[in-house]
């Protein structure tokens, strides 16, 4: 059974400060998946990330996959207050054969990030 | 509007009752995910639906079912409720090229009482 797992789980940061949260997974994958979650609300996609040493960045936030060692990071640059979010990786699945149809998504536990001034 | 529509927003109900949520996907996608939601569980996977059928099935109690309907609109009954029921259920849809990835519903946050 495929184990999603992310560290750290709870992260309070400075305003300006840089810092990454990790995302191990178990099995073989090459669909990572990273979100964002305010209080109470929907889950808002970051990042896509389809290859082994994909890097996408938006912002302030960048990720990154490296499928042989199974994991993934989020890295946050000059964090500010506005970032204070609940993050989450998620794993997918893999396709039937053809690769047009996903399969479902694991979750990691979910990183709670709190931006201090 | 992220594209996949989930109705109610809000649900209170009474322990044994039975309720039905509802969710269209994004246009396109011929996937549908059920998650449910709770601080205790986490984020986890109940059921997919693909083009009317059922892929798969992760942790869905035997008082939870679903169905996807041939305009791909799906349904999430759950039934018997108990009070460790209430959650938040978010229902995601998926299809097309890899880079559309997942994408999530705004909720339906169920409270048992």
């Known amino acids: 059974e495929l184990k999603v797992e992310q560290n750290p789980l709870f992260l309070s940061m400075q305003e300006g400060k840089n810092y990454t949260i990790y995302c191990n997974y178990s099995?073989?994958?090459?669909?990572l998946y990273w979100y964002r979650q305010d209080p109470g609300k929907s889950l808002e996609s970051l990042f896509v990330?389809?290859?082994?040493?994909a890097v996408k960045q938006e912002g302030r936030l960048m990720a990154s996959l490296d499928t042989k060692a199974r994991l993934s990071t989020l890295h946050i640059t000059a964090a500010v207050h506005d970032l204070s979010a609940t993050y989450f990786c998620?794993?997918?699945?893999?396709?039937?054969?053809?690769?047009?149809?996903?399969?479902?998504?694991?979750f990691g536990q979910g990183t709670i990030l709190t931006v201090h001034p | 509007d992220s594209g996949v529509t989930q109705t109610p927003k809000h649900l209170i109900t009474a322990t044994g009752q039975r309720v039905t949520l509802r969710c269209s996907p994004r246009?396109?996608?011929?996937?549908v995910y059920w998650y449910q939601q709770s601080l205790d569980q986490g984020l986890q996977f109940l059921i997919q639906?693909?083009?009317?059928?059922e892929r798969a099935k992760g942790n869905i109690l035997e008082r939870f079912s679903a169905q996807q309907f041939p305009d791909l609109h799906s349904e999430l009954n759950l039934s018997s409720l108990e009070l460790g029921d209430s959650a938040l259920y978010f229902c995601?849809?998926?299809?097309?090229?890899w880079g559309r990835g997942y994408t999530f519903g705004s909720g339906t946050r169920l409270t048992v009482v």
């Open positions: 639906y693909y083009n009317g059928e």
């Open positions: 099995t073989t994958s090459d669909r």
């Open positions: 998620a794993v997918g699945a893999e396709a039937n054969a053809g690769g047009t149809s996903y399969g479902k998504l694991t």
């Open positions: 246009s396109g996608d011929l996937s």
């Open positions: 990330l389809l290859s082994n040493g």
């Open positions: 995601a849809s998926s299809g097309g090229t």
